[in-house]
């Protein structure tokens, strides 16, 4: 889905609601819905869009997964923390299978810029065995206003290649990143959104680094975390990738 635009009030709760008609697809080709409720509360709304998402769930071995990966962008004049992120997967009838908290990169969001989200994991029902009858999920989101920041730091030579094809880890990405800030870097996040032909987002990979950043230092980079459907494998055509500071430096 695109241009799903949240409604949220500082320290609010966000809810996004299972529905008809998305984009997220099976590997088997059913269309999972997802759409979403605005929640507001009081006066004052801060909005985060949903630039593009996805989820998607596949067998690996005898298992299913399932994965949701999205692109936040905060289009407030202050930066936004999101202090909580949990998503849901259901079934045919709404029942939840499983759900999980998520960690944006980064966590604070600073006006005009982006963030990605994305995590996997095994449905842990044996009795579930297929992947198609994951049919929705919900996302809950609580923000609020802040005025710390997080360091933005410099990414270059980013590349994507083809990793495996039947082992759910079908992308790797590489680069470099430059920390050009007076202050030492002691903990990074990264992370790459993967798309298509089409611009639509397919997947999000991430990694979370100790390194040793002075000023103008550099470092090399690699990710294929996490596990991600082997559908999307051949179908990538573009990544873009971003690095902070982590919330723990």
């Not at 320290?11 to 984009?23: F, V």
């Not at 989101?141 to 360091?151: N, Q, S």
Request: net charge negative.
């Amino acid at each position: 889905m695109k241009n799903k635009f949240l409604s949220i009030v500082g320290s609010g709760l966000l809810l996004l609601l299972a529905a008809c008609g998305t984009k997220p697809t099976t590997d088997a080709g059913n269309t999972p819905s997802s759409s979403h409720d605005e929640v507001s509360k009081e006066n004052e709304e801060l909005t985060v869009t949903v630039v593009d998402e996805v989820f998607r769930s596949w067998k690996r071995k005898e298992a299913v997964w399932v994965s949701y990966s999205a692109e936040l962008k905060n289009e407030n004049n202050v930066p936004i923390d999101v202090q909580r992120m949990y998503v849901e997967f259901l079934d045919e009838e709404d029942e939840v299978l499983e759900g999980v908290l998520l960690t944006p990169i980064p966590t604070i969001i600073m006006p005009n810029e982006t963030a990605y989200v994305v995590d996997s994991l095994e449905i842990r029902d044996e009795g579930f065995t297929d992947p198609d009858k994951v049919k929705g999920i919900t996302v809950e989101m609580e923000v609020a206003g802040t005025d710390d920041e997080l360091l933005k730091l410099e990414t270059s030579n980013v590349q994507f290649e083809k990793k495996y094809e039947n082992d759910s880890l079908p992308y790797e990405v590489t680069g470099t990143i430059t920390n050009p800030h007076t202050k030492k870097i002691d903990h990074v996040e990264v992370a790459a959104g993967l798309y298509n032909d089409k611009g639509e987002l397919l997947a999000v990979l991430r990694i979370m680094n100790d390194v040793n950043l002075g000023e103008n230092d550099s470092v090399e980079f690699e990710t294929f975390y996490p596990y991600l459907s082997d559908e999307i494998y051949g179908k990538v055509t573009k990544v873009k990738a971003i690095a902070y500071e982590d919330p723990q430096n």
